[in-house]
């Protein structure tokens, strides 16, 4: 075909075979109408489009994260997985059962009896009459992230995953999702902690409430430092610590407390990070934090064995 075109006819440099008197903007080169991409100026040609998608830097948040694209998305993700844990545990007896046992947060081993009795000494598991669960104490480390995922009573599902969608977007709006979800483990696992250390020895503690107060924590203090109206979620903190307090010992104000302290150390690293190497200062804070909160669980893990 190309060779039936006069000489000196200028051919798209994609399709040799096709005349064409139209350039790219950017890099000079004919190209014909299927090679076309619409430019704020004349057109561009694909391998012109294709090195911009890849020079282009994509929109970052004002604390360095990448800007997502839907907010709510690693929120509602983090629903769905409270909602599926909540159906298993519904489905093999709740906190009493295998399920629940394994994924509340106990700080110490327990016996549990027909007459309700517990045994403090790790070493009598093998000689325990009843039904032995397993504490952060005697192994069950992984009860300190479980927990937070794990709620049997409808309305305390309910009141957590409807703050965590509210929070959650409004705060990785601002840090970008990676920084959300350091975030929102770092705030779950300081709940964990303050009930390791706080609560009843041979008590059980499950819900995603520490690592929601985490996330009032941070959205606090992002208020503060962006210079918006805290009012409105002061008022609705308060109001959650007034139900925290008046519940007495149905709600573990020790999670909620942790969890609070846990946010705002977290969203204050992130926030307050130099710009210079500001990805570096984040991530080794975080880690300090992580440090501390795991140097915590070894302490008094060492108490209670």
Same mark, same amino acid.
């Given at each position: 075909?190309s060779?039936?075109?006069?000489?000196?006819?200028?051919?798209?440099?994609?399709?040799?075979?096709?005349?064409?008197?139209?350039?790219?903007?950017?890099?000079?080169?004919?190209?014909?109408?299927?090679?076309?991409?619409?430019?704020?100026?004349?057109?561009?040609?694909?391998?012109?489009?294709?090195?911009?998608?890849?020079?282009?830097?994509?929109?970052?948040?004002?604390?360095?994260?990448?800007?997502?694209?839907?907010?709510?998305?690693?929120?509602?993700?983090l629903?769905?997985?409270?909602?599926?844990?909540?159906?298993? $545990?519904? #489905?093999? =007896?709740?906190?009493? +059962?295998?399920l /629940?046992? &394994? !994924?509340? *947060?106990?700080?110490?081993?327990?016996?549990?009896t027909?007459?309700?009795r517990?045994?403090?000494?790790?070493?009598v598991?093998?000689?325990?009459?009843?039904?032995?669960?397993?504490?952060?104490?005697?192994?069950?480390?992984?009860?300190?992230?479980?927990?937070?995922?794990?709620?049997?009573?409808?309305?305390?599902?309910?009141?957590?995953?409807?703050?965590?969608?509210?929070?959650?977007?409004?705060?990785?709006?601002?840090?970008?999702?990676?920084?959300?979800l350091?975030?929102?483990?770092?705030?779950?696992l300081?709940?964990?902690?303050?009930?390791?250390?706080?609560?009843?020895?041979?008590?059980?503690? $499950?819900? #995603?409430? =520490?690592?929601?107060? +985490?996330?009032? /924590?941070a &959205? !606090?203090? *992002?208020?503060?430092?962006?210079?918006?109206?805290?009012?409105?979620?002061?008022?609705?903190?308060?109001?959650?610590?007034?139900i925290?307090?008046?519940?007495?010992?149905?709600?573990?104000?020790?999670?909620?407390?942790?969890?609070?302290?846990?946010g705002?150390?977290?969203?204050a690293?992130?926030v307050?990070a130099?710009?210079?190497?500001?990805?570096?200062?984040q991530?080794?804070?975080?880690?300090?934090?992580?440090?501390?909160?795991?140097?915590?669980?070894?302490?008094?893990?060492?108490?209670?064995?």
């Amino acid at each position: 075909m190309s060779s039936s075109l006069p000489a000196g006819v200028p051919v798209c440099y994609r399709h040799p075979g096709r005349e064409t008197h139209i350039s790219c903007q950017r890099c000079g080169r004919p190209i014909c109408p299927e090679c076309m991409n619409d430019a704020a100026v004349g057109f561009h040609c694909p391998a012109c489009v294709a090195e911009g998608r890849r020079t282009v830097r994509a929109p970052t948040t004002p604390y360095g994260g990448t800007r997502p694209g839907n907010p709510a998305i690693t929120s509602i993700a983090l629903i769905v997985a409270n909602v599926g844990v909540f159906v298993a $545990l519904l #489905a093999t =007896g709740g906190i009493n +059962g295998t399920l /629940g046992r &394994l !994924l509340t *947060l106990t700080p110490r081993g327990i016996c549990e009896t027909g007459d309700g009795r517990f045994f403090p000494n790790v070493s009598v598991v093998a000689a325990c009459p009843g039904t032995w669960a397993d504490g952060v104490a005697t192994g069950a480390w992984w009860q300190l992230l479980t927990s937070g995922f794990a709620h049997v009573a409808p309305l305390h599902l309910a009141f957590n995953m409807l703050a965590l969608y509210f929070l959650g977007p409004q705060v990785e709006q601002v840090m970008g999702r990676a920084r959300f979800l350091a975030l929102y483990v770092v705030s779950l696992l300081a709940g964990s902690v303050a009930v390791l250390w706080l609560a009843e020895p041979y008590s059980s503690t $499950l819900g #995603a409430s =520490g690592a929601v107060f +985490g996330l009032m /924590g941070a &959205l !606090l203090l *992002l208020m503060l430092k962006l210079r918006a109206d805290p009012r409105p979620l002061a008022a609705w903190l308060g109001i959650n610590v007034l139900i925290t307090v008046a519940a007495g010992n149905g709600i573990s104000w020790q999670g909620h407390l942790g969890g609070f302290l846990g946010g705002v150390a977290a969203a204050a690293v992130i926030v307050l990070a130099p710009r210079v190497r500001r990805a570096w200062w984040q991530a080794a804070g975080l880690l300090l934090i992580l440090a501390a909160l795991l140097g915590l669980v070894a302490l008094r893990v060492a108490e209670l064995v």
